[in-house]
């Protein structure tokens, strides 16, 4: 430091200083902040940018897929890969899906599909794999619906959540991320836990409590929370790849591997906050009151009249 | 800094920075990201001395701290790309200007900026700092990053010179 002016040594000291009380105010579990405006300025700027710049480069990406695949038909070959991805996710929340209509059927309700709007987005940019987290940008912002802490999908199952919007573009919180935590459900018995991201390229990791033991290949699907916010319920999170159960305890802990496949993610979609699927209302108990009824009984809106639970 | 100085490196700094995040990160490369925004400040740096190379850090570690998708933990790069700067500016202030010197310069600023925000990280209690990471990521990081500097730095180098011939450290 001896041959350095004093101009120097205050420039550095003043903007290390900044730097400092920049890392002091915008940490990074809270989200938010003062930090949060300047944010999501930039993000009005450099959004579109990164946009166009994405498309731009989109076809040589591309162009390096197809030397590796050099010769196959790729447009059969990606519809085939959609419905095949389409069949499995279907073949693994199936166990879900019947378990959930068994405890409708038990409470003789009628199920329904949950059909939620979204809004189909694209990739634009992604975090640098240096800094530890894994976000990404989509080319959807606030003028297209997207607001805070909404659910992102793809055709294989959860991507993440969104976790800061400007006009025209979003960042998402992919689920690999180390400050990703979401609540999942086993398909197959209805048991919750947790799962955590763990980085890229990572499994995520999953804690849960029940006494039933869990096998490798299990479906997870997510819980959901109130008001389909951050989550909407009943996404496919993964499958339980390796258990690891202390003796004499009720916590099972394992590691997931992702329905989605984070290396190469481009196209997913934005769950709307939108309207709350209707709930049939549960029909009283009285003789000769079918399933038919009760259908006809659960029209639009959510039912206000508390139901009785019907006997035996 | 002199405004045309001033002009240049933020028009570099943005390419830079736009080209990473939207071209070079979606690629999925193993390891780290390739970091053409730590070779631009590293070239300018070189050219332009200590206290320029301290500002033009602190301006790119901010602007990579900001720009989509990144999501809290501002001023981290710019305190790591601040001392980066200033130390490549220092470090090789009476160097030649030879391919040989930007080499090293990137080689020990690429492995620095990515040991320097893991330990930045870990400091203010980041908890997604992954150890066992950080060398495969130093690794890979350097790998790419001298890769790329045999198209970035003399391009960079370059147009810094052609702005002010002969670069005075001391404006």
Redesign the interface.
Known sequence: MGRDTRRTRLVLVLLLLTALTLVMLDDRTSGGGPIGHVRSAVADVLGPVQAGVSAAVRPVTGLVDDLRELGAKDEQISRLEAENRQLRQDAATRENDLRRLAEYDALARQPTVRRFPDVAARVTALSRAQGFTTTASLDVGSQDGVRDDTTVINGDGLVGRVKGTARSTSTVLLATDPDFVARVRVGSTGATGFVEGQGEGKPLALTIYDTEPLEPGTALVTVGSVGDGPLVADVLVGRVADVRRAPGTLTTRATVTPAVDFAHLDTVAVVLPGEREARGSVPAATPGASPAAGRRQAGAGPARTPGTRAAG | MSLPRVGLAALLL?CA???????L????LP???P?VVLLVVVALALRWG??DG??VG?AA??L????????????????VF??LG?AVG?LFEDADDTPVVALFAVTLASAA??LG??A??AL?G?????WP?VPG?MTS?VIYDVVLTAVVVPVVGGLARRIDPEPDF?R
Do not use: I, K
């Not at chain 2, 920075?17 to 071209?23: D, M, N, P």
């Not at chain 2, 990579?64 to 305190?79: K, M, T, V």
């Not at chain 2, 980041?126 to 992954?130: L, T």
């Open positions: 943005l920075s736009v080209l990473e995040l939207a071209a990160a979606p690629l999925g390891g780290s990201t970091d200590p206290l301290a500002v602190f570690g901010l990579l701290d900001l720009a989509p998708p990144s999501d809290g933990g501002a001023g981290r790069w710019a305190a601040l001392l200033y220092r900026s990515v925000y893991a930045l990280a203010v980041d908890e997604g700092v992954d990471r990521l990081s001391r």
